[in-house]
């Protein structure tokens, strides 16, 4: 393929766990054109994903719900602006991951010469992409992160991890490592259980707990998720983290008196921080949501608590550390289901580190 852009811009336009399960496509582009400057427009909470990641010279953080659900005349008007603010940077190539009517009219605004467009039936404005060859159209049945690389396989990128990556920036390791150690007792250093394990207050391994989710019908009782924090510390010496972003704070403020009085809220990180408090777990028990991809893609086991539905297993974080628990509701699921995965996953992460040790 002669095909050599020298500025391009790929759409990414999902919501936070979608973007991260495209890191192994944006990857693929970046070490396609190793030479090329690459622009990503992602919605604004998933800028701060594309950066650490390094798949990127520059993630163009958008308002995309905003612009979807936004006053119509303060909609139309941010729309114009985002087109010329593209049409100003001369993009050559423009990849649309996610191929909705919307992005794929921007990708042909912005002038670019040459436009992938992923295919989906029912929703992707197809005459308006003019690469060829033209990818596959988008197979339902297959992995989220199979259904990127399919989009950007036309550019003969080969073979390319599926895992996602995030790595964690000294910076914010040390911010979180300030909040934790602001958590213990006397104030001492915090070590956490991947550091040292064992022991007493300030070194006892730490499961995370994040509530919330995107709608009522995915979310978990709080109430037993406070269950789930008991049985770990009573059980096996566990403490919990429970995380909340702004949607949450309001929820985990009421629920507090529930948890153990031993269990830290972290409720006001970045998501570089939350990367980085991720990464110091033993495992992260939530929701089918966005933090639950992040802490995946930072190495940590996630029991992931959820619905049935046909095609559940196309978002799950791939490796063998990961465990889902799912029943018909998801208010059907028993605490002590959670409590079992939680364990297996905990226990067996334990002795992974001792024997890597």
């Known amino acids: 393929m002669n095909f050599e852009p020298r500025n391009i811009l790929v759409i990414d336009f999902g919501q936070l766990g979608d973007v991260i399960l ?3 496509a944006l990857g693929a582009v970046r070490h396609r054109f190793p030479r ?3 622009t990503v427009a992602v919605g604004g909470a998933a800028a701060a994903v594309v950066e650490m990641a390094g798949v990127a010279d520059e993630a163009l953080a958008v308002d995309r719900v905003g612009l979807r659900d936004g006053p119509k005349h303060l909609s139309v008007w941010q729309i114009g602006k985002l087109v010329l603010d593209v049409r100003k940077r001369k993009f050559d190539f423009v990849i649309d991951l996610h191929s909705l009517s919307e992005t794929n009219l921007l990708g042909f605004l912005s002038g670019a010469g040459q436009r ?3 295919r989906r039936p029912g929703r992707s404005l197809d005459y308006l992409a003019n690469f060829r060859p033209a990818p596959a159209p ?3 049945s297959k992995h989220a992160i199979e259904r990127y690389l399919d989009v950007v396989a036309p ?3 080969g073979e390319v991890s599926r895992v996602p990556r995030l790595s964690v920036r000294e910076e914010d390791g040390r911010a979180v490592e300030e909040l934790l150690r602001r958590a213990t007792q006397g104030g001492k250093t915090w070590r956490g259980a991947k550091q040292t394990g064992g022991g007493g207050a300030s070194d006892a391994p730490l499961v995370g707990i994040f509530p919330g989710a995107g709608h009522p019908s995915r979310r978990w009782p709080v109430e037993r998720f406070a269950e789930l924090a008991w049985m770990l510390e009573r059980n096996d010496s566990v403490r919990s983290v429970l995380f909340a972003g702004p949607e949450e704070r309001r929820l985990v403020r009421e629920a507090r008196p529930q948890f153990p009085p031993s269990t830290i809220v972290l409720d006001k990180l970045t998501v570089p921080q939350l990367a980085a408090a991720a ?3 033993s495992v992260f028990v939530s929701n089918d949501t966005g933090p639950m991809h992040i802490a995946a893609a930072v190495g940590t086991p996630v029991v992931i608590l959820m619905q049935h539905h046909p095609m559940f297993n196309c978002y799950i974080p791939p490796g063998e550390r990961h465990r889902v628990v799912a029943a018909r509701t998801i208010g059907e699921i028993g ?6 995965a939680a364990r297996a996953a905990f226990t067996t992460e334990r002795a992974s580190s001792l024997f890597d040790a």
Do not use: F, K, N
Not at 335 to 340: E, G, N, P, V
């Open 155 to 157: 550019l003969g990128v």
């Open 335 to 340: 605490t002590d289901l959670a409590y079992a």
């Open 22 to 24: 495209s890191l192994p």
């Open 138 to 140: 988008e197979d339902r």
């Open 36 to 38: 090329a400057r690459v």
């Open 116 to 118: 992938l467009y992923a």
């Open 279 to 281: 990464a110091r777990l």
